[in-house]
């Protein structure tokens, strides 16, 4: 696992990887299975089913492609396009199992706009209501 400190957007950030090179595609090539009509309920199938990744999968982050040595680990490629990686918090994504892009069950597709929302923890919708300008209560 690598682990390093870095600045993104000028903050300092943790990143971390897996180091599994062999298995990353980019986020813009790994294949995507659709779960609905809603073009984010999708997700990512095992490293098991994609098998290996091209060495060269054609996408760039400046100068940056995907590593072929050590000492290019956790180049821009690897921060901006690499699926397998992480910033922040440290939580990794486990390929040995299908990874959701979110949960289905967090989502709810608003009927009026068609837009969809993340559900309160209570599980109640969102207060939609307008407020009454004159008086400043809902």
């Given at each position: ?25 980019g986020?813009s ?20 089913e ?6 060269k999968?054609g ?17 821009k ?8 990686s ?17 949960k289905?069950?967090?989502?709810k597709?608003?009927?009026q ?20 300008s004159s008086?400043?209560t809902?």
């Open positions: 696992m690598l682990v390093k400190s870095i600045r993104f957007c000028d903050f300092p950030v943790t990143f971390v990887c897996d180091e599994k090179c062999e298995k990353a595609w986020i090539n790994r294949m995507r299975i659709m779960l609905s009509d809603n073009e984010d309920d999708y997700e990512y199938p095992t490293d098991n994609l098998g290996i990744a091209p060495v999968p996408t760039w982050e400046g100068e940056d492609t995907k590593p072929t040595t050590e000492s290019e680990k956790g180049n490629w690897c921060v901006r396009e690499c699926e397998r992480k910033m922040f918090d440290g939580h990794m994504n486990d390929f040995s199992k299908r990874v959701k892009n979110f289905t069950e967090e989502i597709l608003d009927e706009t068609n837009q969809g929302f993340r559900m309160e923890e209570t599980g109640d919708e969102p207060n939609n209501k307008s407020e009454d008086s400043g809902a």
